[in-house]
């Protein structure tokens, strides 16, 4: 160690790799949740004086493993300076440990930081909580802001080097991805919120989530792809439900925020770490992976029925994705994603970044708010695999990880030997677990319910389909769209029984199903009867009735009339079943069992 290091650090001298021994250290946060880092403070002697650090979480691992530990002697690659509560200390970035001395240290003297003149330092605040749980708004209490003389990135701090001891940063990063604006309400109010993810020229990765107001004034300016210098927010510990990144903080900015365009080339685009397919039954459920691959296929675009989420339409789009691994998945597209129209027959490349993982019957990746896509990349992982196809590769010995289904395992063609009898959903207790369960099986159409009219008026707003009610004046009024419309549109809500050899089980089938089945709109059959067609209209579902189709259902156990009742949807169905196309599934099933 080198007497008269420490004076020159408390100086302000920090461009040189100082030689310090470790007089002390201490895990000043342990904690039994492996979301939350542990902190380790130092103590570093010069041979003179005694300053404390902070080990910076990436390092955690040198003192957990015994690596870093009193009578250590280590050389500072990085390090920056910090004030706390009036008292100067070292944040260790990178570090290199060069040898040990146990021998005593005399007493040390504390090196003492000149008093700050600005406004005392606060402890780290944060929201709390998780997204539709307890956040509440922002605080007024704002951290004071860096000013930023410049663009020449001289007090640009490094991502990786932010830590809640740090009340006065700048960063700047690109915007690797961009939320949806989206609401939440609890109990403490409401508001709307977006997040955004930023990359530095460090490969330093963070979140960062801005509420209400901050939502209001920084959506329109911050666009993904762009290059900014950021001062000013609040970092707390990352809540891995919502951030993915490889950063244990994120950050919540505000309306005093400083946010500045700039332009930066050594900022990547965004941070890949790809995965091969084949190595996706490795990967833990409900994770994130990075993933370069070719569209093999894609289906059309379908709206489904969420019950958990009141009954609201979302819209989905699958796609069987395939690689140099020679593996397959499913990858699930939701919401306007799943709705942009794109030529999939071009059998595209595409870079995917924080995608989820996950097991329904195999493994399958869906698209989050938090991913990004991009459609043939200008990247070398992609070259790569462009020129792999080119040279026939993909063309045999596929194997795929997802054998029943996308997200949700809805959509995939079943295997037969993987189809159930209806008798197995009563006797396998299916849709009593958190999750809905999905089976496929061949039935016939025996009654259909007829009670009640089998459609609701809906809104004619594309995309709502919410239900209406007419008014005096002949209007549909939509509470959702709050306006109305002179004339309404109406959709199916039918329910039928369908038999096997086994059962007979009544299902739900909604809009597209139930179009399906009776081959006519619910506004054609509407017209039917109000024009007095009654022979016709009865004639319609007379031919539905021993209808011969394959159905993949949906089956959970719903809470109705304050009893639990499990429910089965239809989420997809052939009608009439394409005997065709049976009989090479049935081909293939004995070609593998021999």
């Not at 007493?107 to 000149?114: H, Y």
């Not at 708004?137 to 991502?159: A, E, K, L």
């Not at 990967?283 to 093999?296: K, Q, Y």
């Not at 009867?529 to 159905?551: C, D, H, M, P, W």
């Amino acid at each position: 160690v080198s007497a008269g290091t420490i004076a020159r650090i408390q100086g302000g001298d920090t461009e040189f790799k100082p030689v310090l021994k470790i007089t002390g250290i201490k895990n000043i946060n342990p904690s039994q949740d492996s979301s939350k880092p542990s902190r380790y403070r130092l103590s570093l002697n010069d041979g003179q004086l005694t300053i404390q650090g902070m080990l910076a979480t990436q390092l955690n691992e040198l003192a957990e493993n015994g690596s870093l530990c009193v009578g250590s002697i280590v050389q500072l690659a990085e390090f920056i300076t910090q004030n706390l509560n009036g008292q100067q200390i070292l944040v260790l970035l990178n570090l290199n440990i060069v040898g040990h001395d146990d021998s005593a240290t005399d007493a040390p003297t504390a090196v003492q930081a000149p008093p700050i003149p600005a406004a005392k330092s606060t402890p780290p605040a944060s929201y709390g909580g998780s997204y539709g749980g307890s956040y509440g708004g922002q605080s007024n209490n704002t951290r004071p802001v860096q000013r930023m003389s410049d663009d020449s990135g001289g007090n640009i701090m490094p991502i990786s080097a932010l830590n809640p001891y740090s009340n006065r940063w700048t960063i700047k990063a690109r915007v690797t991805n961009k939320s949806d604006m989206r609401s939440w309400e609890n109990a403490r109010g409401s508001g709307k919120l977006f997040s955004v993810d930023l990359l530095d020229a460090n490969n330093g990765e963070i979140r960062a989530t801005l509420f209400k107001e901050a939502a209001d004034k920084w959506y329109p300016i911050l666009e993904q792809g762009q290059v900014y210098i950021i001062s000013g927010g609040r970092l707390k510990v990352a809540d891995r439900k919502y951030s993915k990144l490889n950063n244990d903080y994120e950050l919540t900015l505000d309306t005093n925020t400083e946010i500045k365009a700039s332009f930066d080339d050594n900022i990547k685009q965004v941070n890949y770490n790809f995965i091969k397919i084949a190595d996706l039954n490795a990967v833990e459920v409900n994770s994130s992976v990075d993933l370069v691959a070719i569209v093999r296929s894609a289906e059309e675009c379908k709206s489904i029925i969420s019950q958990k989420m009141g009954g609201k339409e979302l819209f989905k789009r699958d796609l069987v994705l395939y690689d140099d691994s020679n593996t397959e998945v499913r990858f699930t597209l939701w919401g306007e994603k799943a709705q942009e129209e794109f030529n999939w027959n071009e059998v595209p490349i595409l870079a995917l970044k924080s995608v989820g993982v996950g097991d329904y019957n195999g493994r399958t990746l869906s698209m989050r708010s938090s991913s990004s896509m991009a459609i043939n990349p200008d990247i070398p992982e992609a070259a790569q695999l462009f020129n792999w196809r080119q040279n026939g590769g993909g063309e045999s010995g596929m194997s795929s990880l997802s054998s029943a289904g996308g997200s949700g395992g809805a959509d995939r063609d079943v295997p037969i030997q993987d189809r159930v009898q209806l008798s197995l959903i009563k006797e396998n207790a299916l849709g009593l677990g958190e999750k809905p369960d999905y089976v496929t099986f061949k039935g016939v159409v025996t009654h259909i319910f007829r009670e009640r009219e089998p459609w609701y008026t809906a809104c004619p707003t594309k995309d709502c389909n919410k239900k209406v009610v007419e008014a005096f004046d002949g209007q549909w009024s939509c509470e959702k769209c709050n306006a109305q419309y002179p004339n309404c549109t109406r959709r199916y809500m039918l329910y039928a029984s369908i038999s096997d050899h086994t059962n007979d089980t009544g299902f739900t089938l909604f809009n597209d199903t139930a179009e399906q089945l009776l081959g006519h709109s619910a506004d054609e059959m509407y017209e039917m009867k109000q024009s007095g067609n009654e022979a016709g209209y009865e004639q319609v579902f007379q031919k539905a009735i021993f209808t011969q189709v394959l159905v993949k259902a949906r089956v959970k156990q719903d809470m109705r009339d304050d009893e639990m009742k499990t429910k089965s949807t239809v989420v997809k169905l052939e009608c009439p079943l394409n005997y065709a196309a049976e009989c090479n599934r049935i081909l293939d099933a004995i070609a593998k069992y021999q």
